[in-house]
């Protein structure tokens, strides 16, 4: 499964969005758009260490790593290399 597809499985499973996941796509603005708040932050980045078996440290929660389904794809594939 596609690293982009699995992390949106899990924001579907972790957040609380009252929106619909059809309407996500992997280049919609997480952050402008209000699907990821503060504490959504938290749990996702707790859920994705624990899928893909990655820390990830505080210097790597930037906006530019956390903008977009994409954007966070290549994170993760970036810090599992």
């Known amino acids: 499964m596609p690293t982009e597809m699995r992390i949106k499985e899990l924001m579907a499973a972790a957040l609380a969005w009252d929106g619909s ?3 996500v796509s992997e280049s919609t603005s997480l952050l402008s758009t209000d ?3 503060s504490l959504g932050m938290l749990k996702l980045i707790s859920v994705i260490e624990e899928e893909f078996e990655i ?3 505080d ?3 930037v906006p530019e790593n956390w903008e ?3 954007a966070i794809a290549l994170f993760v594939e970036s ?3």
């Open 68 to 70: 977009t389904i994409s």
């Open 55 to 57: 820390e990830i440290d």
């Open 35 to 37: 699907i990821i708040d």
């Open 59 to 61: 210097e790597d929660v």
């Open 79 to 81: 810090k599992r290399a």
């Open 21 to 23: 996941w059809d309407d």
